[in-house]
Structures are given as structure tokens and as C-alpha cells.
């Protein structure tokens, strides 16, 4: 009797199994639609933390909705298994095709890739990564439809108790060379993966080959892939570039994600022309899906009947100890000299079965083979988990002494918060459970509330934008409040509002003001007769600069006020330049009733002259003045001599 899940999907069929999971073909009975269910080992519905990654990633790639994506229906987990309910496909996978045909046709590689690259495009506009893109992971309907699968499981493989940050998980043959160094995975990790299947489509086998899968991850890191045409002469040159540029070791070479080598793809392509894609002839109905791969035998958690094994070695998504990079594999070791000896007898001469001996690299084989086991019952037999402290709401500093207590490695991620102090946890990820020691536990920090940044005038909207996204703000843009500007460039951020330093909630707007420019230039205003400073301001104002003083005596204009302006009033002047012309004039002080010696102390003081006149030539200084010429206010220029009439009986 077929085993039933959450009351509603039938298992059937086995379609292929691995170390990890198995994939069977199964039938919603909610729906009558058939589907395929890829069941995880039974020990991983045992691990909360991998349980609740699995979902997440599940759901992730629910959300991709794109013709070249397997659909992913449901996720579930009833206590003893965690699967996923996916579109059935009816053909083979590019392995069978592989297998078939060895290399293909420069056309038909293109036509594979160009689907391939499409369904990662969407991928990598959604936020996700693939991780594990392999001949295997790309299926081939009946009617030459090319669908990709799998999206984000070895990340959520990664996140269980079985699985620790100094194991490599993957496909070794396909792995990005930071990927097999670190476990760094991104949308790059994906354009070289795609490169290294191209490569094999070209040229019928992938790259790097070797005894091993740790020889295979060691010449990623250490060797530069080949050009195609070494392998398959009469490859364009134009093809040779495009996977040589896909499989840079240096991350930041490559096309930055699946779009950008979609692209590339597409130029060459369109020079080449494409058929469709054909379906493998092995493929009788059958859905083939990746597995995770490890020496070691497993129970198929739903039902006991054979399937095709995945691939073994570097074909088969694996878990490698990353400590094994540290020294590079051995050399073939060189079969010793042996001393010659005698033919025997044909009555002596051993049987075939006697005469038989398993080769120098059989040796080396099974040597590496009991490693693999051994390091495999390490990983999952290893030191025993540890609970994840409880931080949250602890000082950063605090936290991390808890996590590293707990033999854990913390990773400090800054975040804004409204209601968490600064410096305080926020979360951390994963939130509960246990981890290996050696593990990596993401630990948020709160930044605090968002500030509205410092700004300087002069900056372009997209830096500043940046800016307030840094901050977990929203910018928007209001031409009415714009502002003319004789300094800060047209269309760059003049100031924010609220102003900068402003303390706000996340996800708040900030509007940024922009310059107008230089205000429109206004008819130079009359200022002949203002004070020179009342004429500078009324000048500036309508946006001229007076670069340009000289003084002029008139005697109908005050001394300090303006007589003439260059250029005169009502006119403009294109450098908004503007001289003025000011009276020197002194105005004569009124002396009259002064005593002599009073009235000279003024009027030198004004760079004036003072002259007495007396009937008896008597210029004392005590006495008073009682005519003076010329007359009080009278405008006179500096060094005039101001005659006065003295009392006769003065004293």
C-alpha cells in the first residue's frame, strides 16, 4: 500500500535516490495532479534548525515563477519526514543527454544554456542563489522544455546539526573557487558553475577530473579553467571567451549574475542560430533530481525500491571536510621496480583469479574511499551540539562573550531598530536550538533609529538616496519646494527636511530639496543717492556682485552715497558684475558759536582748513565764533578752507 503524506500526497514510484533524500513519484489527491516528492532523510526531520531553514528555503523558491523553474507546490513535515512537493516533469536530465550523445553541438549547448541561464536570472533578481547548478539539476521535458530544480536545498542542507561551517557541500565538479574556500555563495558562485556546464556541454567532460573530489576542489581553487577548444578543437574563439570570462577564479571578473552572461550568451547565440532542445532517448517518463551524496549507507525514509544512484565523485552533490584543501593531493604514486622474474611452467602458471592484482590507483581509490567514510562518521558522529545562548536584549559585547563561551562563532550584522537600544541584540540566527561547535550564529545589533544623514550641498540624488537607505529611510523628490541656488549645482541635493540629525522611525520620508540653479537674472535697480551699503545689498539681492568701488566729488551728492552705477539701472550684465561711483564730498559742519580752538579740532578731523578773521589779526582761541563761510551742510571737497568771523569783544 503507497504511503500517503499529510493525508493528501501519495508516494509512488521511486525516481532516483541519494545520500541524503530520495525523489518519487507521487500523486495530490487533494488535486488528481501528479508530482514529484523529494523526501529528506529521516535523521535531518531531527534537526529543528534544518527543519525550519528547509521551509524557508521552500518557500523562497515557491515565490519563483518563471517557465524554466521546476514549480515548487507545497513543503511539509509530519513528524518523521521533511519534504517537498514539486512539478513533475516527464524526460531525462542534461546528464542523460550527456551520457547519450557525450559532447554536443555548439548550437545545442547554447540552447540548453540559454534556458539554464534564464531561470537563474530570475533567481538572482528574486534575492536567491542556486548553489548547486549541475547537469543533474537541469531536466529536459518531452517536449525540449529546459527547466531548472533544486533551488536553495543545499543551503538548507548547510544549516543542519550535520553540517558544520568547515565542511564543503556541493557538487565538486561545478563549485565556484570561493565556494569550495570559504562557502561564500552569491549570484557570481552561480555565472561560474554555468560556466564550468557549458564547458562540459562543449566538450563532454567538465574541466577538472580526478580520483578524488578533494583533487577536483583543489584545482578550482589553484588552477585557471581551460579554454574549451584544448579539448574540442574547432570550438568558435568567441565561445572559448565567453567560459573563460564565467569561470574567472576572482569573483569580481566575472558577469556580475545570470543576467549579465544571458546576455553575453544571447550575442553569440543569435551569430550561431539554435535548434530546439532534444529529449534524452533514455528518459522513459522518468524525473531525475540532485542528491547529496555521502559513502556511507542511508535508509530511504518512504519506501524501499531501487533507483539509479546519482553519479558518484564529482558529479554527486557531496559533503567534503574543507580542512582537506590545506594540503594538496598526492601525486600518483610510481610503481616500484620489481626484479624479473621466470615464466613458469605452463603446469606452474598461476590461474587468472592467483595472477590477479588490484592496480596502484585501485589502491590509492580505496584508500580515499575509506577516508571519506572516515570523515563522514566524524561529521555525523562528532562532537556533540551545544544550545545557542539566549542574547537577546544583551549588550553586543556581552553577547558575543556568551556565544564564544558556547564554542560558537558570532558574526556581528548592524540593523536599525525603533525600539531596541543601540548596542543592544536584536536577534540572532539561528534563533534557538543547537549547533556544532565551530558554528556560525549571525548576531544582530541594533544601530538604533534611523538619523537623517549629514549631507553636502552639491551631492547627487542617487548618493544621497543611498544614504537614507542606509539609514532605513525613503527619499522623495518635490519640485515645488525646490530652491534657486547661485552656488550649488542645478538638480543636486541643496538640504534635506527634516534636517539632517533628525532622529525618525524606519521606513520614514525624507524629502530632498534640490538646486534650481543660478535665480534668473533681474534688471539692475536704481541706486543713485543710496548709502553704498543700502546700494550693495539692494544689488545682491537681484544676484549681482559689486566688484568695484571708486570715489568721485560732487557737491550735489552726501559724501558715502552713490552717484553712478556700471552698468546703470534698468540694464543686465551677463557676468553680473557691477561697479559703483561714490561721493567723497564733506558736508561743513555748522561752527558758529564755537569757540577757535574747537572749531579747528572739528574740521581737520573732516581733512578740512580753518581760517580766522579778526579786525586786529587776534586768532585766540578762546574766542567765539559768529559767522563761518562757506554756510553749515554746504558739500565741499577735503582740504577746503573754511573761513570764520570771530566776537570783537570776545573772551
Request: proline letters at 10%; zero cysteines.
Given at each position: 500500500?503507497?504511503?500517503?503524506l ?7 514510484a ?9 525523489v518519487?513519484r507521487?500523486l ?7 508530482v514529484?516528492i523529494?523526501v ?23 515565490s519563483?515563477?518563471h ?7 507545497d513543503?511539509?513535515f ?6 517537498l512537493?514539486m512539478?513533475l516533469?516527464d524526460?531525462?536530465t542534461?546528464r542523460d ?7 554536443l ?13 534564464s ?9 536567491l542563489?542556486?548553489?548547486d ?5 537541469v ?5 525540449g522544455?529546459?527547466k ?10 548547510a ?16 563549485l565556484?573557487?570561493?565556494q569550495v ?24 567532460t567538465p574541466?577538472?577530473?580526478g580520483?578524488?573530489?578533494?583533487s577536483?576542489?583543489y584545482?578550482?581553487?589553484n588552477?585557471?579553467v581551460?579554454p574549451?577548444?584544448?579539448t574540442?578543437?574547432g570550438?568558435?574563439q568567441?565561445l ?6 564565467a ?5 569580481s571578473?566575472?558577469?556580475a ?16 542560430g539554435a535548434?530546439?532542445v ?7 517518463g ?7 551524496e555521502?559513502?556511507t549507507?542511508q535508509?530511504?525514509?518512504v ?7 546519482t ?5 554527486g552533490?557531496?559533503?567534503m ?16 621496480v620489481?626484479?624479473?622474474?621466470k615464466?613458469?611452467a605452463p603446469?606452474?602458471?598461476e ?6 592484482h588490484?592496480?596502484?590507483?585501485g ?17 555525523i558522529s562528532?562532537?556533540s551540539?551545544?544550545?545557542i545562548?539566549?542574547?537577546v536584549?544583551?549588550?553586543?559585547a556581552?553577547?558575543?562573550?556568551q556565544i ?6 558570532p ?8 525600539t531596541?537600544q543601540?548596542?543592544k541584540v ?13 558554528s556560525a ?15 553636502q550641498?552639491?551631492a ?14 525613503k527619499?522623495?523628490?518635490?519640485p515645488a ?6 552656488t ?12 539632517p540629525?533628525?532622529?525618525l522611525k ?7 530639496i ?23 545689498t ?9 566688484t568695484n568701488?571708486?570715489?568721485k566729488?560732487?557737491g ?7 552717484i553712478?552705477?556700471t552698468?546703470?539701472a534698468?540694464?543686465?550684465a551677463e557676468d ?8 567723497n564730498?564733506v ?11 574747537e ?8 581733512g578740512?582748513?580753518l581760517?580766522?578773521v ?10 567765539r ?6 554756510a553749515a ?12 568771523a570771530?566776537d570783537?569783544?570776545?573772551?
Open positions: 500500500m503507497a504511503t500517503l499529510e493525508q493528501r500526497y501519495r508516494v509512488d521511486p525516481l532516483a535516490r541519494g545520500g541524503m533524500s530520495a518519487y507521487g495530490d489527491t487533494r488535486l488528481e495532479r501528479p514529484a523529494k529528506m532523510d529521516h535523521r535531518f526531520a531531527e534537526d529543528r534548525s534544518f527543519v525550519d531553514r528547509f521551509e524557508r528555503e521552500a518557500r523562497a523558491a515557491a519563483l515563477h517557465p524554466n523553474v521546476i514549480a515548487v507546490h513543503q511539509g509530519d513528524g518523521d519526514h521533511v519534504f512537493v512539478e516533469v524526460g531525462g542534461l543527454l550527456l551520457t547519450e550523445r557525450g559532447r553541438t555548439v548550437p545545442l549547448a547554447l540552447s540548453v544554456l540559454q534556458p539554464v541561464l531561470a537563474l536570472a530570475a533567481a538572482h533578481q528574486a534575492g542563489v542556486h548553489r547548478v549541475k547537469p543533474e539539476n531536466l529536459i521535458g518531452k517536449q522544455t529546459v531548472v530544480g533544486d533551488f536553495g536545498l543545499v543551503k538548507a542542507m544549516s543542519g546539526k550535520n553540517t558544520s561551517h568547515s565542511v564543503i557541500l556541493g557538487t565538486v565538479a561545478y565556484s573557487p570561493e574556500t570559504t562557502g561564500a555563495t552569491t549570484a557570481r558562485g552561480d555565472v561560474y558553475s554555468a560556466g564550468v556546464l557549458l564547458y562540459e556541454m562543449l566538450t563532454g574541466p577538472y577530473v580520483d578524488t573530489p578533494l577536483v576542489a584545482r578550482h581553487v588552477d585557471d581551460p574549451p577548444s584544448q574540442a578543437p570550438i568558435p568567441a572559448d571567451e565567453l567560459v573563460l570570462r569561470t574567472r577564479r576572482d569573483p571578473a566575472r558577469p549574475d545570470a543576467n549579465a552572461f544571458l546576455q553575453e550568451v544571447e550575442r553569440v547565440r543569435l551569430a550561431i535548434p530546439l532534444p529529449v534524452p532517448a533514455a528518459a522513459h522518468m524525473q531525475t533530481m540532485p542528491q547529496v555521502v559513502p549507507q535508509t530511504v525514509p519506501q524501499n525500491n531501487a533507483a539509479a544512484p553519479p558518484p565523485g564529482p558529479q552533490t557531496r559533503a571536510p574543507r580542512s582537506d584543501l590545506d594540503t594538496p593531493p598526492p601525486l600518483p604514486a610510481q610503481p616500484p620489481q626484479p624479473r622474474k615464466k613458469p603446469e606452474q602458471e590461474s587468472p583469479r592467483k595472477r590477479f588490484l592496480p596502484k590507483w589502491i590509492a581509490a580505496a584508500v580515499a574511499a575509506v577516508a571519506a567514510i572516515v570523515a563522514t562518521i566524524i561529521l562528532g562532537p551540539p551545544v544550545p545562548p539566549n542574547v536584549g544583551a549588550a553586543k556581552t553577547a558575543l562573550q564564544q563561551d558556547a564554542q560558537l562563532v558574526t556581528v550584522i548592524e540593523s536599525r531598530s525603533n531596541v543601540s548596542g536584536i536577534k540572532t540566527d539561528p534563533g534557538s536550538g543547537t549547533l556544532l561547535p565551530g550564529v549571525n548576531v544582530y545589533v541594533s544601530a538604533g533609529p534611523p538619523v537623517v544623514p549629514e549631507v550641498p552639491g547627487t540624488v542617487e548618493a544621497v538616496d543611498k544614504e537614507l537607505k542606509a539609514q532605513d529611510l527619499s522623495n523628490l518635490s519646494d525646490d530652491k534657486y541656488d547661485n550649488v549645482p542645478k538638480g543636486t541635493v541643496l538640504t534635506l527636511s527634516p534636517s540629525g533628525t532622529q524606519i521606513g520614514d520620508t525624507v524629502l530632498m534640490l538646486s534650481r540653479g543660478p535665480a534668473p537674472l533681474k534688471p539692475l535697480p536704481n541706486v543713485v543717492g543710496k548709502t553704498e551699503a543700502e546700494a550693495r539692494l544689488v545682491e539681492e537681484a544676484g549681482y556682485t559689486v568701488v571708486t570715489q566729488f560732487d550735489r551728492t552726501e559724501g558715502g552715497r552713490v553712478a552705477t552698468p546703470g534698468g540694464t543686465t553680473k558684475k557691477v561697479e559703483f561711483v561714490v561721493s564730498a558736508a561743513v559742519p555748522d561752527l558758529r558759536g564755537k569757540r577757535v580752538k572749531a579747528r579740532e572739528q574740521v581737520e578731523k573732516l578740512l582748513k581760517e580766522v579778526s579786525f586786529f589779526g587776534d586768532d585766540r582761541g578762546n574766542r565764533i559768529n559767522a563761518q563761510g562757506p551742510n554746504t558739500q565741499v571737497q577735503k582740504g577746503t578752507t573754511i573761513r570764520v570771530v570783537f569783544f570776545g573772551g
